[in-house]
């Protein structure tokens, strides 16, 4: 059973650009988590998506950043207009249910964008 | 909301030597606790969760934690470091919230391992 797949692994936008990060949770699993992890801090939680929902984005910056997880194919992180403070490693986490405290989540092995 | 401090953002020790790395966390409920190691370019891989049982927990690698209610610590200790042992380590809380959790991690503490 393959983990939580993210692609790509490293991305170079200049700035201005469009980013988009793929993440395919675990097999089964219908819930996703995106986190943020800026240099030498720990994971910031961005976004809870279900399956053609979002459940909770209040971790989201307001503008620029949207996130998507439709029927079919992957969860999209959209980054719009990258700036360098958009420079991060972003990881996505899937759970089978939500679960409520004890639902583990699995996270996949993140993508590192580098903005210039 | 509920909170995370790592003390120390890097601890070094030798081989052979003990392993404590310490986390507090500051929450108005019961709080879940959560360990995650993640390796250079590596995701995060869980360790140890508690879930209000036993308030010593057991984890991979033999790493183990120990749930302090009174000094609302989550400490991760292991008797003897191995080289394989260096990596970031993360203490979490989980928020649960209408029936799902997200998780706030503190900022992670690097362990050092010299031989």
């Known amino acids: 059973n393959a983990g939580v797949m993210q692609n790509p692994r490293h991305l170079v936008r200049r700035r201005g650009q469009e980013a988009r990060l793929r993440c395919s949770p675990m097999?089964?699993?219908?819930?996703v988590y995106w986190y943020r992890q800026l240099p030498e801090e720990g994971l910031k939680f961005m976004v809870y998506?279900?399956?053609?929902?979002?459940?909770?984005e209040s971790g989201m910056p307001k503008e620029r950043f949207s996130a998507e997880f439709p029927k079919e194919g992957p969860s999209i992180l959209r980054i719009q207009q990258v700036v360098r403070g958009d420079s991060a490693a972003y990881f996505c986490?899937?759970?089978?249910?939500?679960?409520?405290?004890?639902?583990?989540?699995?996270f996949g092995q993140g993508t590192r964008l580098t903005v210039v | 909301a509920q909170s995370v401090t790592q003390l120390g953002s890097h601890v070094s020790v030798s081989e052979g030597a003990l392993v404590l790395l310490r986390c507090n966390y500051s929450?108005?409920?019961?709080?879940?606790l959560f360990w995650y190691v993640q390796y250079p370019n590596q995701g995060l891989q869980l360790l140890l969760k508690?879930?209000?049982?036993?308030?010593l927990v057991k984890g991979i690698n033999g790493f183990e934690a120990e749930f302090k209610k009174s000094e609302t610590s989550f400490h991760l200790t292991k008797p003897s470091a191995h080289m394989s042992d260096a990596a970031e380590y993360f203490c979490?809380?989980?928020?649960?919230?209408?029936?799902?959790?997200?998780?706030?991690f503190g900022k992670g503490t690097m362990l050092l391992v010299s031989p």
């Open positions: 929450s108005s409920v019961p709080p879940y």
């Open positions: 508690y879930t209000s049982a036993a308030t």
């Open positions: 998506l279900q399956k053609e929902n979002i459940i909770d």
């Open positions: 097999k089964g699993h219908s819930h």
């Open positions: 986490a899937s759970s089978q249910t939500g679960g409520g405290l004890t639902a583990e989540a699995f």
């Open positions: 979490a809380v989980s928020e649960g919230q209408s029936g799902y959790s997200t998780l706030t």
